[in-house]
Nanobody
């Protein structure tokens, strides 16, 4: 199982970045896909969630209207489009794949990609 994030970097306030997470080794389309982040001195927080099929996406209040999560099941990839970035968005961003049911839990994490918002 692998989740490989990419797309992070240094961006000025107000700028945009698009994160990607390429998945392999599991049935991607069956999993809820999440983006988490952990800023300096902060706890890891859920940024955006996308269900496996149908349903609505969910966002942290701090990113609503600025970030958009999407997925391409044909490419086994989930994206996070981040617009109007703020310094407080600076964090390590992690991709997470989650499947629960039948008394089991499958929970996979990527290694993270750093996003730094600074002038």
């Amino acid at each position: 199982v692998q989740l490989v994030e990419s797309g992070g970097g240094l961006v000025q306030p107000g700028g945009s970045l698009r994160l990607s997470c390429a998945a392999s080794g599991f049935t991607f389309s069956s999993y809820v896909m999440n983006w988490y982040r952990q800023g300096p001195g902060k706890e890891r927080e859920l940024v955006a969630r996308m269900p496996s099929a149908g349903g609505s996406t969910n966002y942290a209040d701090s990113v609503k209207g600025r970030f958009t999560i999407s997925r391409d099941n044909a490419k086994n990839t989930v994206y996070l489009q981040m617009n109007s970035l703020k310094p407080e968005d600076t964090a390590m961003y992690y991709c997470n794949a989650l499947l629960t049911g039948w008394g089991k839990k499958y929970d996979y994490w990527g290694q993270g990609t750093q996003v730094t918002v600074s002038s």
